[in-house]
């Protein structure tokens, strides 16, 4: 049986990436500037500073990057606080499972500290977080493992195998790889390559098809 369950947040638990394709789309529209959608899709499942090397290499030394993400940011926070985080299905049925399973839940997300326990307090889903691992934490984030590593040692687990790994972005997806855990895709709006799709532990195409003792055997 496994020893701990790790998730991702966007993408995984809420349905966000779309939502900040959307922030994206309409700042950079009132901003007068032309970001290209692969620029975003290329983006899913990296921190604020590898995001930054991306848009910047894009778009250009000069664009003003520290303003457009406070903008997207506040875009997406006022829809959330009318609305609360769009939930992915089958988060609390897994979760449930999980608790009655014995089986730790830790949050592995390369969303900043201040943003991501907004977002799981605002949702409700705190409580059931046995650690937290937060991109702001890290040296290095996604691909590298740190952000699971970091997950794996508050959980008090020694074994990276033992770990499940919840993703959908080819980022997190090798990181969990390289943590020596087993990866788990719930796809979302990237697509995995073959190549990724090789690390890949199992596949599922929502949260509560793991709800069950069978899944979690090897």
Same mark, same amino acid.
């Given at each position: 049986m496994?020893? $701990? $369950?790790? +998730?991702? *947040?966007? !993408?995984?638990? +809420?349905?966000?990436?779309?939502l900040c394709t959307d922030a994206w789309k309409t700042v950079s529209s009132e901003r007068g500037f032309? *970001?290209?959608?692969?620029?975003?899709?290329?983006? /899913? !499942?990296?921190?604020? #500073?590898?995001? #930054?090397?991306?848009?910047? @290499?894009?778009?250009?030394g000069d664009f003003p990057y520290e303003e457009f993400a406070d903008q997207t940011r506040t875009w997406m926070r006022v829809r959330m606080d009318e609305n609360g985080p769009p939930e992915k299905p089958g988060i609390r049925a897994l979760f449930g499972y999980l608790r009655d399973a014995g089986v730790p839940i830790g949050l592995a997300t390369s969303t900043s &500290?201040? @943003?991501?326990?907004? *977002? =799981?307090?605002?949702? !409700?889903?705190?409580?059931?977080?046995?650690a937290f691992a937060f991109g702001s934490e890290v040296a290095t984030g996604k691909p590298a493992?740190? =952000? %699971?590593?970091?997950? #794996?040692?508050?959980?008090g687990v020694s074994d990276s195998s033992a770990c499940v790994v919840f993703e959908d972005s080819p980022a997190g997806l090798r990181a969990a790889h390289?943590? !020596?855990?087993?990866?788990?895709? /719930?796809?979302? *709006?990237? &697509?995995?390559?073959?190549? =990724?799709?090789?690390? /890949?532990?199992?596949?599922?195409?929502?949260?509560?098809?793991?709800?069950?003792? @069978?899944? %979690?055997?090897y």
């Open positions: 496994i020893q $701990a $369950a790790i +998730f991702d *947040m966007d !993408g995984l638990l +809420f349905d966000t990436e779309r032309s *970001m290209p959608d692969s620029l975003f899709r290329s983006c /899913v !499942g990296l921190n604020n #500073r590898d995001t #930054r090397t991306k848009v910047l @290499s894009t778009m250009g &500290e201040p @943003s991501a326990r907004w *977002m =799981i307090e605002k949702a !409700g889903l705190e409580s059931w977080f046995s493992p740190d =952000i %699971f590593l970091l997950a #794996r040692d508050r959980l390289a943590a !020596g855990m087993r990866p788990v895709h /719930v796809p979302d *709006m990237v &697509e995995v390559s073959p190549e =990724i799709q090789k690390l /890949v532990w199992k596949t599922i195409s929502s949260l509560e098809e793991a709800a069950h003792d @069978s899944f %979690f055997r």
